[in-house]
Nanobody
Framework: QAQLVESGGGLVQAGGSLRLSCAASGMLFSINDMAWHRQAPGKQRELVAS???????KYADSVKGRFTISRDNAKRRVYLQMNSLKPEDTGDYYCNAELVNFAGNKVNYWGQGTQVTVSS
């Protein structure tokens, strides 16, 4: 059974930095798109950043210039470096990826989430 496991969340003051990590595990042939989403209290989940298997990257306008997404295909990991954090970045951050098994099936997976709290 494949899964995604996030780590790296925590409490930080405004202006600080955090680095989130997400590891994919299980019997996988390959990993297609990987992304980070977040859900603030009382709000809908939103896409923060995504990276394709070939390295094409997209960011939400609210994080451009502050967040950097990267992936390490050999380690089956995706990272989110978050700098100049603001209180409005507070929320639960979720890793999302399309995993491909050896039968060629593509399945969308979500991690369990990691909490990020930015104090003012």
């Amino acid at each position: 059974q494949a899964q995604l496991v996030e780590s790296g969340g925590g409490l930080v003051q405004a202006g600080g930095s955090l680095r989130l990590s997400c590891a994919a595990s299980g019997m996988l042939f390959s990993i297609n798109d990987m992304a980070w989403h977040r859900q603030a209290p009382g709000k809908q989940r939103e896409l923060v950043a995504s990276v394709t298997s070939t390295g094409t990257i997209k960011y939400a306008d609210s994080v451009k210039g502050r967040f950097t997404i990267s992936r390490d295909n050999a380690k089956r990991r995706v990272y989110l470096q978050m700098n100049s954090l603001k209180p409005e970045d507070t929320g639960d951050y979720y890793c999302n990826a399309e995993l491909v098994n050896f039968a060629g099936n593509k399945v969308n997976y979500w991690g369990q989430g990691t909490q990020v709290t930015v104090s003012s």
